[in-house]
């Protein structure tokens, strides 16, 4: 069952970690009755249904869904939506990874508005614009996000987090809570976790094994990774690759160092290996990033 869970697993990149949303505009194929396909993401996803009825699977729960609806489906949940032949159905979709709102790291915003919806224990509700004044503002934040991100015009990327997060404080100020049974993280609890970061921010130029970070921090292998993967949704290899590419990013961009010689300065030991996960989170290579970056005006 895990295995077949797995295989339903998204390929798709949605932007890159610099700016993780994509938005989609989708006409289905109406000879088909699957107009979404079974399948489940890390990414956060906002359908807008803008013709057709259609029903939605979320995690073994069909729920019939109409023009004007407002669907929130949560990361790594299966889901799929099926329509009658000859019927049509058209939406437009936005996804986008939860770190977009508050990085990746435990702070106050995360643990008091994401978490929750990511742990369930919050729920967003399907939302019709013409239900309420609230709805009808939601709606059309959504409109005004895939409008800038369409344009892409200078500065889009700050409207289009400052959107997402109003559209974020409605839908949580109307949503159905439920009862906290788990307390937030203790203060000790993120302030370790500060520390860890912070060793790896000052020793990322230099080899950081899983050994290292556990006796430093006197945890066994595996309670570190449970601990960190708890605090930032990251294990602490992803973290160190994740600090490493940005710190990269830099160099790429302010210097003409040879590739080869940024992959070694940033701590990894070659370039094959540097190549491979640059490409994982930014969906290109290094060269390809300086060459883009190159060509941006300065400002």
């Not at 895990?2 to 700016?19: D, I, R, S, V, Y």
């Not at 993780?20 to 807008?48: F, G, K, Q, T």
Request: net charge neutral; aromatic share 12%; glycine share 4%.
């Amino acid at each position: 069952m895990e295995q077949q869970f797995l295989m339903l697993k998204e390929q798709t990149a949605h932007g890159n970690m610099l700016f993780p949303l994509s938005v989609y505009d989708v006409v289905s194929n109406a000879d088909l009755p699957e107009r979404i396909h079974c399948h489940w993401h890390e990414e956060m996803e906002i359908l807008v249904v803008t013709e057709g009825a259609a029903s939605l699977r979320l995690n073994g729960a069909y729920t019939g869904i109409c023009r004007g609806n407002v669907i929130f489906i949560p990361s790594n949940q299966l889901h799929l939506v099926t329509c009658e032949i000859g019927k049509p159905f058209s939406f437009f979709a936005l996804v986008f990874h939860p770190d977009l709102l508050s990085g990746p790291i435990s702070d106050v915003i995360r643990q008091q508005y994401i978490e929750p919806v990511l742990n369930q224990d919050t729920v967003f509700p399907i939302l019709s614009a013409s239900d309420s004044v609230w709805e009808a503002r939601a709606h059309g934040l959504l409109c005004e996000i895939r409008q800038l991100f369409l344009q892409k015009e200078f500065g889009y990327e700050l409207l289009v987090k400052a959107k997402l997060l109003e559209l974020w404080h409605l839908c949580y100020s109307h949503a159905r809570k439920k009862e906290k049974d788990a307390k937030a993280p203790s203060d000790y609890r993120v302030s370790l976790i500060k520390e860890m970061i912070e060793y790896i921010r000052e020793n990322y130029d230099r080899p950081i094994s899983l050994g290292d970070l556990s006796a430093g921090f006197h945890m066994s292998p595996g309670h570190l990774c449970r601990f960190f993967k708890s605090m930032t949704r990251m294990s602490p290899v992803e973290y160190i690759n994740f600090y490493r590419v940005s710190m990269s990013m830099e160099l790429l961009r302010r210097t003409d160092l040879e590739i080869g010689h940024i992959a070694m300065r940033t701590g990894f030991n070659n370039i094959s290996y540097y190549n491979r996960t640059f490409r994982r989170y930014m969906h290109l290579t290094p060269s390809q990033y300086r060459k883009n970056s190159a060509e941006l005006p300065e400002l």
